[in-house]
Nanobody, 120 residues
Framework: QVQLVESGGGSVQAGGSLRLSCVDSGRTFRSLNTMGWFRQAPGKEREFVARIMWSGDITWYADSVKGRFTISGDGAKKSVYLQMNSLKPEDTAVYYC????????????WGQGTQVTVSS
C-alpha cells in the first residue's frame, strides 16, 4: 500500500521560496515509476504541477511553473521534492504528492496535501 508523507508547506511572501518534500513509506508496485505534484487552489479544480519519471530522469512541468519550480527526487528512496522559487500569490494552494501516471495525467495515488500560502 502506498503511504505518502508530505512536508515543507507554509506561508511566504511573493518572490520567496519553499521546498516541498514527499516520501512513499509504503510498499509501491515497481510499475509505478513516477512521482509528482498536483495542486488545488480555493474554488478551483485540482491541477497538474510537475512529475518525474525515475527511468531516464524525465520531467514534466505545467506551463505556469516552468522556470520557477524544479522537481527532483530519488527513486530508490521513493522520495520527491519540489523546489519553488519566485512564488506568486496565484501559487497559493494545497499541494498533493502523487505516485504513478505519466505526463500531465492523473496519478494512481494521492497524498493528504500540504498548504502553501503566498502573500502579496
Amino acid at each position: 500500500q502506498v503511504q505518502l508523507v508530505e512536508s515543507g508547506g507554509g506561508s511566504v511572501q511573493a518572490g520567496g521560496s519553499l521546498r516541498l518534500s514527499c516520501v512513499d513509506s509504503g510498499r509501491t508496485f515497481r510499475s509505478l515509476n513516477t512521482m509528482g505534484w498536483f495542486r488545488q487552489a480555493p474554488g478551483k479544480e485540482r491541477e497538474f504541477v510537475a512529475r518525474i519519471m525515475w527511468s531516464g530522469d524525465i520531467t514534466w512541468y505545467a506551463d505556469s511553473v516552468k522556470g520557477r519550480f524544479t522537481i527532483s527526487g530519488d527513486g530508490a528512496k521513493k522520495s520527491v521534492y519540489l523546489q519553488m522559487n519566485s512564488l506568486k500569490p496565484e501559487d497559493t494552494a494545497v499541494y498533493y504528492c502523487t505516485v504513478g501516471g505519466v505526463g500531465t495525467a492523473n496519478p494512481a495515488y494521492w497524498g493528504q496535501g500540504t498548504q502553501v500560502t503566498v502573500s502579496s
